[in-house]
């Protein structure tokens, strides 16, 4: 998300491919170690029913992401552009980029908190 913040239309394109290649990198480590490990104890009978889940589950969350984007960008675009407004898009990547911070911080309690609670099970 910061590096789309920086885009512009002087942006070079190799910026561009740089910042597609972080997110496509991103995306392929995170979907298939979530989908292991949401399909890991799920006995055999059940594969075709978490697979389904855990891909209703992308799919909604990239539908909510877009959803959040949009309403973010409207909030910075001015009434009066004719064109979107590059500003806009700028502020919507860089709060964008503060939410997934935010939920960096609780996916790394949250880890803590599991590892904690493991260890004081056995």
Known sequence: MLMFSGWDQQTS???LVISMLVLGIG???YYPTNAFLGMQDLPDQNYGTGS???STS???GKLGGVLVFALIFSHFQT???SAPDPGAFQNAFLVGAGIACIALVFA???HNNTHKAMEGSD
């Open 108 to 110: 790394l309690l949250m």
């Open 79 to 81: 009434e009066a552009a």
């Open 27 to 29: 995306m392929g480590l």
């Open 58 to 60: 992308k799919s909604l």
């Open 13 to 15: 394109v190799l910026y």
């Open 52 to 54: 389904a889940a855990i």
